[in-house]
């Protein structure tokens, strides 16, 4: 088998290059070759005669595809070309936007904090209509999350405590999607990260920071290796199946009782850092599960 990763050539963290290394390497280790591709690299065109990628020397279509990016339109089309991908692109766009994975999350009954999606706002205005929206956020109790719908490693999100403040951070970003959400505030600055890969929790890791609200590695964050009971365990494949990913970083909170809620799950998850943590390679866990499902595909072409 030969496969591609892509991950987003512009964004100038060496981590996402690194993430496509790890998976090579495990594919290697496999006997499966894997070539990497930025993605401004596979341009997507299209006729009413025919969808293809062009830009780089992709000639020969890859068995399959992981897609360690966020650009949706671009998995889509390897999709619509008849390519495996993993994740695929609904869950991706899931992940990324996260009103529509708290939406899918409540869809499917699963604990999650109270939130309150923004309305949509197109354009920076001084004339915000906010009264219902702001009646509502108090309900939730200060302090309170506003979180911009995109967003990763704890960035864009805002720990607010007063009318005053929501209504400040508001101001500053109404014309990007947003959501507002319950503050658990029993977990301050601290989470778990389940690392999901099919119908298994592979990794896991405990998260805490001494001086910031979010746990987040990235925002200065501490890590230790952490087991997993089988109630957060089940809980973090119910989140995966919800969105519908093949693999995810599925993070949990937990409330004033010890009972864990979701926070979020990406699909995108980073794995260098639960290597480091826990000394599991998670990456060769995705190329054990892109074998199993490509072996099922051809036995049903077979």
Known sequence: MHGWIVYNGHLKSPKFLDYAKLIQEA???????????????????????????AGA?????????????????????????????????????A???????????????????????????????????????????????????????YGSFG??????????????????????????????SASYGRDVRLNVVGDQVVASMLRYSEDDFRANVTTGGKMEPYSPSDAEEELAIRASKAIGTAF??????????????????NGNAQIRNIYECTGINVAEKMIEYVIEQQGKEGEKDT
């Open 57 to 93: 020397d992709t000639t020969e279509h890859p068995d399959f595809v992981l897609f360690g990016d966020k650009d949706i339109l671009l998995a889509r089309q390897l999709e619509s070309m008849g390519i495996p991908v993993y994740n695929s692109a609904d869950s991706i766009e």
């Open 248 to 265: 995810c970083g599925v993070d949990l909170l937990y409330d004033e009782d010890e009972q864990p809620v979701i926070c979020e799950v």
């Open 27 to 53: 594919a290697h280790q496999k006997g499966i070759s894997m070539t990497i591709y930025p993605n401004h690299e596979l341009l997507s065109t299209m006729s009413s005669e025919d969808m293809s990628i």
């Open 95 to 149: 992940c990324d936007h996260k009103g529509v994975m708290y939406q899918r999350l409540a869809q499917n009954q699963l604990p999650i904090p109270k939130t309150i999606l923004g309305p949509k706002i197109f354009i920076k205005t001084d004339d915000l209509h906010l009264n219902h929206l702001l009646k509502e956020g108090e309900k939730l109790g200060y302090p309170l999350i506003i979180k911009e719908a």
């Open 155 to 184: 960035e864009q999100v805002y720990l607010v405590h007063t009318k005053e403040e929501m209504m400040k951070t508001l101001k500053s970003i109404h014309n990007r999607p947003f959501l507002l959400q319950q503050f658990v």
